[in-house]
């Protein structure tokens, strides 16, 4: 258990999490859990949701579990209802359903861009957009999942660098519009993690060695590196801090973000 946080640091939030099943933002829903947060999650493979949902309870955390496509605008707003309905209240939205392959772009099809950029863009404004008579009740906040890869130039990523230039927009400028009503809205953008399917599918095992050395940290992250930077943006001690995409990534985009 992470003992960096308080364990009631999040206690009385609803906190709906896409992509919470699994990966980096199942990690995030845990330790909301593990902070007082009531969890609803979100995602398109049921049994990812049902085995999610039951770590959670195990744990002594309450789950709430809703199948959902966030490209899909009518199945996320009747999955936001559902998660009011069943609360009464959202305070958290946490954007982290996305997707990435590698391709060159002069070999990428329209539909592998679209696709890319339907889940992981308009994926988090159908959410965000969804959210908004519960985050404007509850002067809630939303923590959209990020990267580094389009802060310079990332070969054979130009869908994903597109999509999640997309979602650092939204961030800025839903921050801007929604600030008024109490609404935060932030960003993380994580580096190269740990025990995650991007990296298992994204990095080639020969290349392990020379990214790590382009690492000024030299190590891979853990995803309770990005549960620390989640906890802190979610909790009362970020409450000025809205607009912000925050990097965690151990220094690398600032050597490159490209192996080159």
Known sequence: MNKIFADNILQGKVAFVTGGATGITGGVARAFARAGARLAITSRKEDNLIAQKQFIEE????????????????AVEKAIAETAAHYGRIDIVVNGAAGNFLCKAN?????GFGTVVDIDTKGTFNVCRAAFDEL?????????????LHYLATPMQIHVSAAKAGVDAITRNLSVEWG???IRVNGIAPGPIEDTEGMKRLLMPELRDKLTK????Q????????ENAALFLA???AAYINGVTLV?????WLLGTSLG
């Open 59 to 74: 744990a002594g955390g309450e789950c709430f579990a809703v199948a959902a496509d966030v490209r899909d605008y009518a």
């Open 107 to 111: 070999e990428l099809s329209a539909n």
């Open 136 to 148: 404007k009740k509850s002067r809630g906040q939303i923590l959209n999942i990020s990267a580094t």
């Open 180 to 182: 008024r009503y109490g």
């Open 214 to 217: 382009r690492i000024p940290l």
């Open 219 to 226: 190590r891979f992250g853990k995803i309770e590196d990005i």
């Open 235 to 237: 909790s009362d001690a």
């Open 248 to 252: 965690v990534d151990g220094g690398q």
